[in-house]
Nanobody
């Protein structure tokens, strides 16, 4: 299975972007119970952003994006989206999507080791 992240780009502070994570070679339902977004800023470690349960749609966000980012799933398109609003320069990073086969609640699934399949990343740059 392959995950493909897309939708990154250059945006001014306060602007919006929507990232997409699509799965190829299967479905999210076949390969995972939840899909997450992580990000890695220059010179920093990769960090958790948000996750969504494929089964019931429950979501979880890191504090720094709560209220600005929204994660949704589209079962028909086998795609997960991350709508990012009110972007800040500190949101600049390469964003990765990943899926897990663990059945933990979404608040537990905020740690990188739980995830089994990863996409290649898409760069988001927010200018001040």
């Amino acid at each position: 299975v392959q995950l493909q992240a897309s939708g990154g780009g250059l945006v001014q502070a306060g602007g919006s972007l929507r990232l997409s994570c699509a799965v190829f070679g299967g479905t999210f339902r076949d390969y995972g119970t939840a899909v997450a977004w992580f990000r890695q800023a220059p010179g920093k470690e990769r960090e958790f952003v948000s996750t969504i349960s494929w089964r019931d749609g429950s979501t979880y966000y890191t504090d720094s994006v709560e209220g600005r980012f929204t994660i949704v799933r589209d079962s028909a398109k086998n795609t997960v989206y991350l709508q990012m609003n009110s972007l800040k320069p500190e949101d600049t990073a390469v964003y990765y999507c990943a899926t897990t086969v663990r059945t933990y609640s979404v608040d537990i699934l905020s740690s990188e080791p739980w995830y089994d399949y990863w996409g290649q990343g898409t760069l988001v740059t927010v200018s001040s």
